[in-house]
């Protein structure tokens, strides 16, 4: 018989198992309201400008709902799960017999992956101007760096701007990586410096590299070079650092030479990057040695 804690946990996760099914009405009412808000101008010649505008700003307030309820830790949802599976109920001297709380799982496939982001857009990263990589994903029960916990790294991606899809204009990934020290460094897509002058470093890094172990197209301009997971893969390399983890605004893209096949390849050897990002998404990648095997 579930005990009070139990049923209070029951509720919790069944509400948590729903804002799957709540974002994507919330993301089907958004494109509504904008179909409408285009048809209302077409029809009204361009004269029924307010509720067209009226019909935009639902369309926003229901991104912006779908993006915070993205916020939900996953990992309450596991704590939940084991207060209703009983893990933690208490003996008959009250002792608790606590399990480790299970990591947060996968990640969720949202409709916001980027193909090509970037590569027509003029700024660059700053690593505090770099960007980042990943790519095969490592066991999801691991930490996510050493001085990043999950919480933290949720704490990061709420501070991140949400990206406005309805935009015509291409918008740069933005991300934040905390180093050792406690600051907060500042990352972002493209092939410019943030100083304007130049392409940034670490795009030219990604593109060497890319031509020393021929990935891809060896005559053209790299797309994923621009990316943020990509760039931050190699400061990685440059700075010797083994683990890291990074939140963006935008999930890595997927496919054939997209961030998701090649981070294992850009990654320093054995190394792991895990990002976090929209809607849930959290995933590890593990660097490979030059041979394509995991150390």
């Keep these: 018989m579930l005990s009070e804690l139990q049923r209070v946990a029951q509720g919790l996760v069944d509400s948590l198992n729903e804002i799957p099914r709540v974002i ?9 309201c904008r179909d409408h808000a285009a048809i209302v101008m077409q029809l009204s010649g361009g ?4 509720a067209a505008q ?9 991104e912006g709902a779908a993006h915070y309820l993205s916020l939900a830790p996953p990992k309450a949802h596991g704590w939940a799960q084991q207060m209703v599976d009983g893990i933690r109920t208490a ?3 009250g002792d608790g017999a606590a399990r480790r709380p299970d990591a947060p799982g996968g990640s969720m496939p949202p ?15 700053k690593l505090g101007k770099a960007a980042g990589s990943g790519d095969e994903a490592s066991p999801e029960d691991e930490p996510s760096t050493l001085g990043t916990s999950d919480e933290e790294a949720w704490r990061l991606f709420g501070k991140l701007p949400v990206r406005d899809e309805s935009k015509p204009v291409r918008q740069k990934t933005r991300g934040i990586w905390r180093d050792d020290d406690g600051t907060e460094q500042p990352l972002i897509s493209g092939q410019l410096a943030s100083e304007g002058e130049g392409d940034d470093p670490y795009y030219q890094q990604v593109k060497a590299f890319m031509r020393q172990r021929r990935i891809g197209r060896q005559d053209g301009e790299p797309m994923v070079a621009s990316h943020v997971e990509s760039k931050f893969a ?11 983890t990074i939140a963006v605004n935008k999930l890595p893209c997927t496919g054939d030479l997209s961030c998701d096949d090649l981070l294992p390849q850009f990654l320093p050897a054995g190394g792991t990057l895990t990002v976090f990002g929209p809607a849930g998404f959290k995933k590890t990648y593990r660097g490979l040695d030059e041979n394509g095997h995991l150390r």
């Design 24 to 32: 994507a009405a919330l993301d089907t009412r958004a494109r509504i």
């Design 47 to 50: 004269s029924a400008t307010m």
């Design 234 to 244: 190699m400061f990685m390399r440059e700075r010797g650092l083994t683990r890291a």
């Design 54 to 62: 009226q019909l935009d700003a639902a369309a926003r307030a229901c």
């Design 91 to 93: 003996g008959p001297t």
């Design 111 to 125: 409709a916001d992956r980027r193909p090509d982001d970037d590569q027509a857009e003029p700024e660059g990263g």
